[in-house]
Antibody
Framework: EVQLVESGGVVVQPGGSLRLSCAAS????????MHWVRQVPGKGLEWVSL????????YYADSVRGRFTISRDNTKNSLYLQLSSLRTEDTALYYC??????????WGQGTLVTVSS | DVVLTQSPLSLPVTLGQPASISCRSS???????????FNWFQQRPGQSPRRLIY???NRDSGVPDRFSGSGSGTDFTLKISRVEAEDAGVYYC?????????FGQGTKLEIK
């Protein structure tokens, strides 16, 4: 059974930084692209970032490019998202999701990032 | 970016009645490989999104056959033949043909 468990969400001040983690199990992690998607509480879904299976290719939404960095450690079956220069509009529930050829077939439960002074 | 516009945004439905949600894309979602990468997700209250339909009309494992997807090009539809109580939640369309992936704004299905 595929499981994705996010962690690392906290309350942080504007301009601050933090790293989110996603622990994956139940599939051959290095074979799959992985995504981060976020959701402002009570609002819709926004795709944030994507990383290839070997970590060599990364993609970002315009809203986070230059401030967020996606990475992975295939020896630990883990996905990461480094968030920096945080803004209040980055407040959201951050999900990791497994890629399935131009789709997202499994999602974690999410971790909440709150940017507030 | 591709804009997906869902309608209606709110959908009250009586138990046992059918329901239909539309999603219109600002660009054709047909890919050069012959596939159309269009998906439907369900998000129940307090839960993560769950994929229901991929590539327009393929149901995920465990998804009841009362859910069906159809469409092509820029116009797509999710239909529920007979709504059950567990179907309450928000439904999102998503396209994976063009970068970046984009989602519709969501349709809230409530049971009357």
């Amino acid at each position: 059974e595929v499981q994705l468990v996010e962690s690392g969400g906290v309350v942080v001040q504007p301009g601050g930084s933090l790293r989110l983690s996603c622990a994956a199990s139940g599939f051959i992690f290095h074979d799959y692209f992985m995504h981060w998607v976020r959701q402002v509480p009570g609002k819709g879904l926004e795709w944030v970032s994507l990383i290839s299976g070997d970590g060599g290719a990364t993609y970002y939404a315009d809203s986070v490019r230059g401030r967020f960095t996606i990475s992975r450690d295939n020896t630990k079956n883990s996905l990461y998202l480094q968030l920096s220069s945080l803004r209040t509009e980055d407040t959201a529930l951050y999900y990791c999701a497994k890629d399935a050829t131009h789709s997202l077939d499994h999602w974690g439960q999410g971790t909440l990032v709150t940017v507030s002074s | 970016d591709v804009v997906l516009t869902q309608s209606p945004l709110s959908l009250p439905v009586t138990l046992g009645q059918p329901a239909s949600i539309s999603c219109r894309s600002s660009q054709s979602l047909g890919n050069s490989d012959g596939n159309t990468y269009f998906n439907w997700f369900q998000q129940r209250p307090g839960q993560s999104p769950r994929r229901l339909i991929y590539k327009v009309s393929n149901r995920d494992s465990g998804v009841p056959d009362r859910f069906s997807g159809s469409g092509s090009g820029t116009d797509f539809t999710l239909k529920i033949s007979r709504v059950e109580a567990e179907d309450a939640g928000v439904y999102y369309c998503m396209q994976g043909t063009h970068w970046p992936y984009t989602f519709g704004q969501g349709t809230k299905l409530e049971i009357k």
